[in-house]
Every structure is written in structure tokens, then in C-alpha cells.
């Protein structure tokens, strides 16, 4: 379980906070109260750009202690659309797209023979095969017709049951999955993981809601399998019948799967119940094959994430008639790989993401290559990628704050008034063994399988066979803390509770989150704060579960975790008060972990900032903002994002974040030295009368 951002020279934006309009002011001498701390400091001003920081982003018309997020962000959302083959556009999509353009670049290079680079030959063989589109076309659906053909093969349930195995060990989902963890209890070995699964839809909600939306999407969802079935060659009355049968199975798994917000507790996902208590879970299952075939004949160490669902599955697979279970397999066989087929099922696939996230159109083939590259090939496009785009410099920086991080969060844990010393030295020992990984894993992953030059559904289909191999070899060996779970290249960070890990790739580790040229606050309020919001996922509602050696153990005093869960609470009231679309409340439960991390995230990056400027002889005063108001600025324009209503809807069903404006309303509005940046009166938007305080 990974836990997947102008006033004149004299005058600050809090200015227009208070009932004054002088309040906040800053004097034209050489002097700023309020900067790095209460002392004053010599001052030299600045721009906003010098320091990191997009003028043209702020809304200068807007309060910031009302709403600042729109402070922060409305000259942004003003002046961007969202591009109209994506769903939601911002801060993180920028940097993808830079690094996406890195990548096609490097693609192109390895494809017309010109990279000079050990990895240029495959990279440059399975980009060029999928961006061979007359290849595409003439291969048609040959690379999936020996699936269908599995899939059609079911004519009762020992033939489902082989079906089902045939269909896993080549890297089609279907019912569940196996795969490999380490085991919660004692994290320095592998086990085998039974998983619930099987749905089309994003969540099973999407099946068990009565109102006229999800209604709507479950008809759009059947005409779309429907029209699949018809491009595989049903009839249309075929084609129909099938799609009904889909649906009613998907139905039936759905109301035995466990919610997304109970499996936010790791305790609910974890039931050690070994190969004898799962063959006596789900007795009709030919479990001895499937290991066999599966690569783990002698497995005998196994968790369920749900034995509700795997209990049910007993009784649907007899429920169900072959001929259902015959259109059910072969729908996720070509619901899995339509991106990977000819124009007419790309086309038909975006359909239904059309109706889910709201995206106009379909991505150029371009993008879509650099992307089936990155999942087949990921840590070999690193290498050429790394060369490009990450320095040294980036990968100190991101020490520094991770050391800045850290020790805040020490000092946060020394000073609260609720936990006793008991908890607080557990704490500190979690804390202690934290180990952090920057940029790229020590050793790169092999990729040791042939290149089809003239089909590249069959490349993709190869890479997931290997990827699912690779995953199942781990089971009954020790854990290997060196593995990473992004490539390099990704725009995103991850904490690891199973290894007390956090990841910081390459790709993330780029302006405007982290730049060489950025002023300490500025880097610290938006590369810091995901610094500190990973840190704090080791201790928020689910990370707090795990001990400094990555298991599931309860290191809490009875009363402090009583006190811990109670603050847990109150972040769940607040955010559940927040509403992203007029008749649409966000899911605290759901959300709790995030927030709790961005919460914690802006607490010990602002720390970590005071901290490295605390022997600074000058303040820098950029367009007339203090180095505080910079640092939550940069905090603010990190978020900047805009997203169709659409994919809102299916996030906040699916999504343990917030949507990025609440993300920065609310972290900010829980933290004490926002209000006093800006001057913000009590009982304002931004300063409200009750907060919450976890960390």
C-alpha cells in the first residue's frame, strides 16, 4: 500500500487582510518585520520572478485571507485552459509535459538511430512500432486473438478456472489478482497477496449508486462494451446480450467489494490466512493449478485483502452461466488492450473516458508512445532521460529539505503537549529510521524480453507477462528496499509505510517545484511541502500503523491514540465541509490521510525553511512580499489547476486527495504562521475561529 503557486515596493498583499487597509504594510526603509522571524533583518528587494515566483499568476483583486487560493492562482486559472485532450490541467501537468517532451525527443532520436546510448536499440524498436500506425491498422487484433480464444474456451467451471489463470499469467486482470507484498507483520520478507478486482468501471460505486448520474454511466458503460463486441465480430444481437451479461457479473462482484475508504486501513486488508485458508475460503477454485501455472507452485504464505469478496467469488463463479463468464473474460481482454489495437477501438475507448473524465480528445499518438514506452521500458528510458534533465545539484537540494524535514518534524514531536513520553520516544525511533531516495534507484531493472518490430500490442502484451513474472518471483524472498515503484522520470513522490521509505524521482525534482535559481522560501513552499507531506504520510492515520521497521504494529499508548484519532476527526469535518461542485461534498474519510499529510506537509517545510535562513544577514522582499509570504505563496502556485467537472465527479469517488484548491485552503488555513504572514483577523476564511491540528 504506497501512498500514489503588482502590489508596489511598499506595500505586502496583506494589506487588504484586515479591517485596516494599512495593516501589514511594509516599511520603505531599510528594515522588514515579519520575514524570516521576528527579528528584523536588513532588506533587499527583489521581483517575484527573481525569486521563483509567477506575478502574473497572483489575482491581485482578491483578499488573500478570503480565499488564497484565488489570490495565489486566479491570474493562472483566468488565463489557462485545460487542453482538450486531457481532464485537468496544473502545476504537476506542466512538469509532465516537459518531461514528456524530454522523453519524445529521446524516442525520436533512438528511432531514427541517432542516441548514443546502450539502451537506444530496444527504446528506439518498441517506440517505433507503435508509432508505426500502418502496422498497427494491418496488424489488427491478431496479437489478442489467442486471449479471446482462451476466453471463448469456458465451458464450465474447471474450464473458467484455467481460463482465469491463462488469462492473469499473461497480464489481463480478471475476478482478481495475485501478486506480491511484504508481509505486514514482518516486512523483511515477500508473500503472495490475493486481491479483489474484476470491475470496467472505476469503482464499485459506479455500480451501486441509484442516482440519475451513475445511471447514466452504467448505460453509456453497456453500449460501449456493446459496441467493443461488435468490432470483435458479434452480431449486434450477440453483442448486446454480452454486454447485459458484463454487467450483471461486474454488478455482482461490485456489491462484495470492499470500499475504498475502509481499504484506506491497513488492518482491513491484511488476513494472513495462508494457502490452506484460502483453498478453504474459495473451495470450488482449482488453487493447485493456478499457483502452479502462476509460477508459485509451492506457495504457502498468502494474505487476502477480502474475505468478503473472495467468499462471494466462490458463489458467483457458479451462479453465473459459462456463456456469461465467456462474454465477461473476453470484454476485459479487449477492454485491457484497446489502446493498444487499431484506430476504431482507441477511438470507441475514449468514449467511455470521455463520459468518466470529461477529456474532448484523444491524445496524439506521439504522447501515447512515449507513454506505453515509459510502462514497458521505464527504467531503461531513465537512463538517457537522467542525462537530460537531472543534476546534482537537484538531488543535494532535495537532501537538504528532506535533513530540514526532519528535523522539524523531531522538534513537532518534542513539543506536543498531548502524547506521552512513551509514544514520543517510539515516535522519534520512527522517525529516525526514515530512509529517504532521491532522483533514481541504485540499480536499473533488466528488460530481458524480444522486441516484435512489426507489432506493437504484442510488445505491450510481452512487457506485461514479463512485469507480472518479475512481480511473483519476489514471493518467499527477502524484501528488496532498493526497488523503486516510479520510473525516474514521474511527476510524483511516494511514501512506502512497508519500508519507512520516501521516493522523490527525478521527474518531480523540477522547476517550478525545485529550481537551482529559486529562493529558499519558494523552493521550500513547494518542493518542501511534498517533502514534508510524504514524511508525514509515516504518521498519519494509516502510516501511523507501521512501526520504523515497516510493520503493522500498534507502537501508540492506549490515550495518545485515542487523542491521534480524535484530531483525525476534526480534519475529517473539515474537509467533508468543503464542496468542489455545488451538490457534490468531498469524502473526508477518504481524503483523511492526504490531508493530514499536506496539513503536516506546509507545518515542516515553513520550519525548515526559518530554520536554513536563520542566520541570513538580509531578507530578499520580492515585489513587496516577505520571505513568509513567499514561501506560501510558492505553496499556493504548486496547486494551481484547473479540471472538468467530470473527472471531479469520478475523483471524488476514487481519489484519496483533495481537489488542489482545498489541498492548499486547507492546509493553510490550519496554519498559524499563515494568518500572521498575512495578517489575517481571526474569524476570517483563511483564519477561522476552530482548526485542526494533528502534528
Not at 494491418?138 to 489463470?165: E, F, R
Amino acid at each position: 500500500m504506497i501512498n500514489r503557486l503588482i502590489l508596489s515596493a511598499t506595500f505586502s498583499a496583506a494589506a487588504a487582510c484586515g479591517s485596516n487597509t494599512d495593516q501589514g504594510a511594509i516599511p520603505t526603509d531599510t528594515t522588514v518585520v515579519g520575514g524570516n522571524s521576528a527579528n528584523t533583518l536588513p532588506v533587499e528587494n527583489t521581483t517575484l520572478g527573481a525569486v521563483g515566483l509567477d506575478g502574473s499568476a497572483l489575482n491581485r483583486d482578491v483578499n488573500p485571507c478570503d480565499d488564497f487560493y484565488e489570490f495565489a492562482c486566479g491570474g493562472w486559472l483566468a488565463n489557462t485552459e485545460i487542453p482538450s485532450d486531457k481532464s485537468r490541467y496544473g502545476r504537476f501537468t506542466q512538469i509532465h509535459e516537459r518531461n514528456e517532451a524530454t522523453l519524445h525527443a529521446v524516442l525520436e532520436e533512438a528511432r531514427a538511430g541517432k542516441l548514443q546510448s546502450p539502451v537506444a536499440a530496444k527504446l528506439g524498436a518498441y517506440y517505433g512500432t507503435c508509432m508505426d500506425e500502418a502496422a498497427v491498422e494491418q496488424a489488427g487484433i491478431s496479437a489478442i486473438k489467442p486471449l479471446l480464444k482462451i476466453a471463448g474456451s469456458v465451458k464450465n467451471t474447471k474450464t473458467l478456472d484455467k481460463a482465469i489463470v491463462d488469462l492473469q499469467k499473461d497480464g489481463i486482470g480478471v475476478l482478481f489478482h495475485l501478486a506480491s507484498t511484504p508481509d505486514f507483520i514482518d516486512a523483511t520478507k515477500m508473500v503472495g497477496n490475493l486481491g479483489q478486482g474484476g470491475l470496467g468501471l472505476p469503482d464499485r460505486d459506479y455500480y451501486l449508486k441509484d442516482d440519475e448520474r451513475s445511471k447514466g454511466i452504467r448505460k453509456a458503460y453497456v453500449e460501449h462494451v456493446t459496441a467493443m463486441f461488435g468490432l470483435i465480430g458479434m452480431s449486434g444481437k450477440q453483442a448486446a446480450k454480452a454486454a447485459s451479461e458484463v454487467m450483471d457479473i461486474e454488478t455482482a462482484l461490485a456489491k462484495a467489494t470492499m470500499s475504498r475508504v475502509d481499504q484506506r486501513d491497513p488492518e482491513n486488508i491484511y488476513h494472513k490466512i495462508d494457502r490452506a485458508g484460502v483453498e478453504k475460503l474459495v473451495p470450488s477454485f482449482d488453487w493447485g493449478t493456478y499457483f502452479s501455472a502462476m509460477g508459485v507452485p509451492d506457495i504457502q504464505e498468502i494474505t487476502v485483502d477480502s474475505e468478503e469478496f473472495f467468499a462471494h467469488l466462490d458463489s458467483v463463479r457458479g451462479d453465473m452461466k459459462p456463456a456469461a463468464w465467456k462474454s465477461y473474460l473476453s470484454w476485459h481482454v479487449v477492454h485491457k488492450t484497446a489502446a493498444l489495437l487499431p484506430k476504431v477501438f482507441v477511438e470507441e475507448n475514449f468514449k467511455l473516458d470521455q463520459t468518466i473524465s470529461g477529456a474532448k480528445e484523444i491524445r496524439p499518438r506521439w504522447k501515447r508512445c512515449v507513454s506505453s514506452t515509459d510502462n514497458a521500458l521505464g527504467e531503461m528510458l531513465a537512463q538517457p532521460y537522467l542525462e537530460r534533465m537531472f543534476t546534482p545539484v537537484a538531488k543535494e537540494g532535495a537532501d537538504a529539505m528532506v535533513q530540514g524535514i526532519t528535523g522539524a518534524f523531531g522538534k513537532v514531536v518534542h513539543g506536543i503537549d498531548w502524547m506521552s513520553d512513551e509514544t514520543k520516544t517510539k515516535a522519534l525511533g520512527k522517525l529516525g529510521t526514515i530512509s529517504p531516495m532521491f532522483g533514481y534507484p541504485e540499480q536499473f531493472k533488466s528488460y530481458d524480453w524480444e522486441i516484435d518490430t512489426t507489432n506493437h500490442a504484442a510488445n505491450a502484451m510481452t512487457s506485461r507477462k514479463f512485469e507480472k513474472a518479475r512481480d511473483l518471483a519476489k514471493i518467499g524472498k527477502p524484501y528488496d528496499r532498493s526497488e523503486w515503484f516510479m520510473s525516474p522520470q514521474t511527476t510524483n513522490a511516494y511514501y512506502n509505510p512497508q519500508a519507512n521509505q520516501m521516493v522523490f524521482p527525478a521527474g518531480i525534482l523540477q522547476p517550478p517545484f525545485f529550481s537551482e535559481s529559486a529562493h529558499v522560501p519558494v523552493n521550500l513552499g513547494a518542493m518542501g511541502m511534498i517533502v514534508g507531506h510524504e514524511l508525514t504520510h509515516g504518521f498519519d492515520d494509516s502510516g501511523a500503523k507501521f512501526d520504523g521497521d515497516g510493520n503493522m504494529n500498534n507502537w501508540w499508548a492506549a490515550d495518545d491514540l485515542k487523542k491521534f484519532e480524535e484530531r483525525g476527526e476534526c480534519v475529517v469535518a473539515q474537509y467533508e465541509s468543503y464542496k468542489p461542485l455545488e451538490d457534490l461534498h468531498l469524502n473526508g474519510k477518504l481524503t483523511l490521510g492526504e490531508n493530514i499529510a499536506d496539513i503536516g506537509g506546509v507545518k515542516l517545510a515553513f520550519m525548515a525553511y526559518r530554520e536554513m535562513l536563520a542566520n541570513a544577514e538580509k531578507q530578499l522582499v520580492a515585489d513587496g512580499f516577505t520571505e513568509d509570504q513567499q514561501f506560501f505563496m510558492a505553496v499556493g502556485q504548486a496547486w494551481c489547476s484547473r479540471s472538468r467537472e467530470e473527472v471531479i465527479r469520478m475523483l471524488a469517488v476514487t481519489d484519496p486527495h483533495s481537489p488542489s484548491n482545498f489541498r492548499v485552503l486547507g492546509a493553510l488555513t490550519n496554519t498559524p504562521e499563515f494568518s500572521e504572514a498575512f495578517s489575517c483577523e481571526k474569524g476570517s476564511n483563511m483564519n477561522p475561529v476552530d482548526t485542526c491540528t494533528v502534528w
